[in-house]
């Protein structure tokens, strides 16, 4: 066996440095398991680095270069700085070398190649971290900094264009903004401390906090601010006319209205040129997040789903024409009413433009278990969503195959999606909505409730309103009382009058050829199913009486009742899911325990509200269990 003389020196230098006496003499005509040795103490070195919270030792940075220690060697094996692409290129090394001496099956379909693949898919911190921020934080913390460095007294009052021109005129310059001994806001301190951990991961681990996401983005000069609060922590610099960043930013369109001017808010910052040199350091990749959760609390189910859709093939065509490579990253929920329901399904229904390839979602909670807690069911969920996204890339070239809608389907859907929306606003704008909804349901109860990655309100749970009420809970609460209203309210006004206006054929061919008509109408289909309306009646009834002409049960009854009829028509199908008789048998048995769950629950709500001192504070505990179980049961939060 002949080892690469390069090699074995070294590795004979590595283990040098990194091996005791003993194991060096031990192995000494062994020079692969003795890199292997080299490899294993570098990573229990790096573990013990992280457990200990210091950074890694030679990862001192200066100018937004790593600077390596004096320490550090030439050799590969040696490098100071253990990271992802570190380990990688020492595994490729070690393979080529294995090769090279006449191990090349071993290398190929080994336990080495095994360890390799796991490298480059997963580095050394398994998953990135993302950061996500609303808009409004960022505008403050830039008006303050700015009126900090005497630029600009109330930045919040300028227009879109004028913003714009004065940001990319300060991250033209390379001063900074803030200097030293000027306080900040606490909000503001937090923004920079939170930008200067990125900065410590990313010296530590490229790749390991690299994004940070817009929400409520709104306009272009939202992501222009993200850029220069990054360039005061040194995650971003202007080099002459080249732009070193370490940071994607990524853009969140939440509302109706951010998603219909999605492509057009991306168009405009796609053309400023000194975020597009922004781009070229970030190879020319753009992410762009959708959100399903607050389109819907927005817009109702029909119209978010619309919306949602047209965005994506918008998005797509604004990216193709200026040469950007798209990776669309969908807020999805578990529930229905939050884009839930078959990955694999919901990215076949995606628009031939939003075919990219590339694709990133989020998992909520409890579909995290349901879906990834048993490795059978994991790794079938996973092949479904590499099948989708391989057999669909590329869908936006002619002769694919993929349905195309014509005209005057595109104004059917426009006119569907306006009537639901349409139905839905009328039922949460009701002045006696929202006193009926914190009454019929367990709302402010769930609004105390430590639950998702923000607080259930904006303004706190005590001053809980619609407005600032975060989807999550929401939706939550209506999955409790067995409404499951997010999820398919407005399809029995949309439906109905699309068929009192004689468009029941053109529907029928729409659901059979066009996968995203027929993903909405089969989610809002199941959802259905799994409501429960004479349920939901006894939880109406702690508001109001639920049968009384113009009430807010009946309402929400009337449009179950027509959308029933209506996905008959459409689908041909007797009855809810009769298309899908196991799921069907599965919601039927599983009812009548729920059933028992609910109405406890509705008798907790309403000894709790007549109750107050120690007794309601027990009776509290109680009400927290049974949205638990209700939960639990109903395998679905919000």
Known sequence: MRVPEGFRAEVDAAAERWLGEDERSRRRHEPFRLAVAVLRRRLEEERKEIDDGRMVEGSAVGGGVVRPSARQSATLFAAAVLDTASLVDALDRLAAALAESGFAPAVESGRLAAVRDRAAA????????DVRQHSEVHERAVGELLTAAGVVADYGSLDEESRAALLADELGRPRPLLLPGVETSPATADLLATLALMLAAERAEPGSMPTWIVSMT???SDLLEVLLLAREAGLWRLAGERVESRLDVVPLFETIDDLENAAERLGALLATPLYRRHLAARGDRQEVMIGYSDSNKDGGYWRANWALHKAQAALGRVAAEQGVALRLFHGRGG???????????AIVALPPEARTGRIRFTEQGEVISFRYAVPALAHRHLEQIVHAVMTTAGGAADGDGAF???AADLALTE????TAMTAYRELIDDPGFWPWYTRATPIEEISTLPIASRPVSRQGAAEVDFDDLRAIPWSFAWNQTRYL???WYGTGRALGAALAAGEGERLTALYRRWPFFAA????????MARARLPIARRYAALAEDPEAPGSFHRRIADDFAAAAAAIAAVTGRDGLLAGTPVIRR?????NPYTDVLNLVQVELLRRCREADGERRDDLRRALYLSINAIAAALQATG
Do not use: C, K, Q, Y
């Not at 580095?123 to 990135?128: D, F, K, N, W």
């Not at 006119?415 to 306006?418: I, K, P, S």
């Open 404 to 406: 195309r809608p014509a």
């Open 520 to 527: 909405v109408l089969d989610n809002a289909e199941r959802e």
């Open 218 to 220: 709104h306009r272009p």
């Open 335 to 345: 529930t229905v009413g939050r884009g839930g329901g078959r990955a694999g399904r």
């Open 415 to 418: 006119r569907l999606g306006e």
């Open 586 to 590: 599965s919601i039927a048995l599983r």
């Open 485 to 487: 209203v997010p999820g």
């Open 122 to 129: 997963f580095g050394l911190r398994l998953a990135a971290l």
